[in-house]
């Protein structure tokens, strides 16, 4: 796989294994790197001479300040924006960085093969005779990179009662298994006997003398009812009716950013962003959608309820309920099955952007038929466009980045 001819990329990166680990992947994608360096030397006016396609940019807190110098190149439509952890560009060895880098490859060339080498054939077409055996099909085939992943997956199955010693400085799929690293776990002591039959018979039961009740004093009426508010209701006062929900996986943030850079200051309802993160660095995306939005971002937290003109980032372990037609946080695990539907429709939107789960999309249809909005984004320039194109091919709309955020400003013209 490689990047389309004339593809050009900024690499924007403090020295170190990061920027090391990112250059290898972009030769691995084929692409031109027409500018490399670190953002807090360079020059703000050397992006935009360097005329990229691409900006590829290692995060981190050291450079937040000095990207605002190159807003302009970030800003601009044209310019597809990555941003990368540093923490995890630095660590990604072996089969992680090589699937890394075809994510990276899909991203630079508009496709979506991000599966090894020999996990592109197409046997929809058969040819007549007999198939061909397995031998046949993987005759030139290497089997060094299915051992690499075969080796990252086995760190993630259960273990029976072995437990493996490693560097923890050295985590995933780089590590090799080294029988004398292996040893049986610590067992553990329990303090109460065993049942079923195994162990000690259960111990007599001990009595325990509950304490006397103590005397009710009388109660006076006065005729006043005392109620409650919520400290979060008085303090941030009342929720509005309704939100629009911002769905985006592989691929999403760039697309995130640039609708919430053209949502007007002024929006009626809450924008909600639910983007699946390996590593959940949710922190670190508030800081980099504040930086174009419009509106304030911050991150869901329980006891909070979703107030109009503010964007908040889902993280996977706030719950979002619905009462009565506002939003609120809670604590739970995210639903996202259930979101959608317990939304009140003429009061919502649903933008399916790049990386959303096609299943959604009969969901984000059924608020559209109840006077909702649902659009996606549109699959030119899209790097994972399964669900647009699964609601544009039920007469749902598609649009750019840009488009949407006019599209969601108007439904609430208030």
């Known amino acids: 796989m490689t990047a389309q001819p004339g593809k050009r990329v900024a690499l924007l990166a403090r020295p170190g294994s990061a920027r ?17 360096d670190d953002p807090n030397t360079l020059d703000g006016a050397a992006l935009g001479d360097a005329s990229p396609q691409v900006v590829l940019v290692a995060l981190e807190s050291a450079i937040e300040d000095s990207l605002s110098r190159f807003d302009q190149v970030l800003h601009d439509p044209s310019v597809v924006v990555i941003f990368d952890e540093v923490e995890l560009a630095a660590r990604r060895e072996g089969w992680e960085a090589k699937r890394w880098a075809r994510h990276l490859s899909a991203k630079l060339n508009g496709h979506a093969d991000v599966l090894p080498p020999g996990g592109e054939l197409d046997d929809t077409r058969p040819e007549p005779g007999l198939p061909l055996s397995p031998a046949q099909i993987h005759a030139d085939a290497g089997i060094e990179p299915h051992l690499e992943e075969a080796q990252g997956v086995a760190f993630e199955l259960p273990r029976g009662g072995l437990e493996l010693v490693a560097d ?64 979060h209701a008085t303090a941030t006062g009342a929720g509005v009716r309704g939100a629009a929900l911002l769905f985006a996986g592989i691929g999403g943030p760039d697309a995130v950013r640039k609708v919430l850079a053209d949502l007007p200051p002024g929006l009626s309802r809450p924008v909600l962003v ?6 959940g660095r949710y922190d670190n995306l508030v800081k980099q959608m504040e930086r174009v939005s419009t509106l304030p971002v911050q991150l869901a937290r329980a006891g909070e309820a979703a107030q109009a003109a503010h964007v908040y980032v889902l993280p996977d372990d706030v719950a979002v309920n619905v009462k009565e037609g506002v939003v609120h946080f809670g604590e739970g695990a995210l639903r996202v099955d259930d979101l959608i539907a317990s939304l009140p429709p003429a009061e919502s939107a649903v933008l399916l952007l790049s990386g959303s789960d096609p299943s959604q999309v009969e969901a984000a249809l059924a608020l559209a038929a109840e006077g909702g909005l649902a659009a996606g984004q549109s699959p030119q320039g899209c790097y994972d466009p399964a669900a647009s194109k699964a609601l544009a091919a039920r007469g749902g709309m598609v649009a750019t980045p840009a488009e949407l955020a006019s599209h969601l400003a108007s439904h609430w013209p208030d």
């Open 20 to 36: 090391e680990q990112l250059r290898l992947a972009l030769h691995a994608a084929g692409a031109e790197i027409v500018l490399e």
């Open 168 to 231: 923890d400085d050295a985590p995933g799929s780089s590590q090799s298994i080294d029988p004398e690293t292996w040893k049986p776990s610590i067992a553990v002591e329990h303090d109460a006997p065993l049942h079923d039959g195994i162990g000690s018979a259960e111990p007599p039961a001990v009595a325990v003398a509950e304490p006397p009740p103590l005397p009710q004093a009388p109660v006076k009426s006065s005729g006043l009812t005392l109620e409650l508010e919520s400290i």
């Open 274 to 279: 639910q983007l699946r993160l390996d590593g």
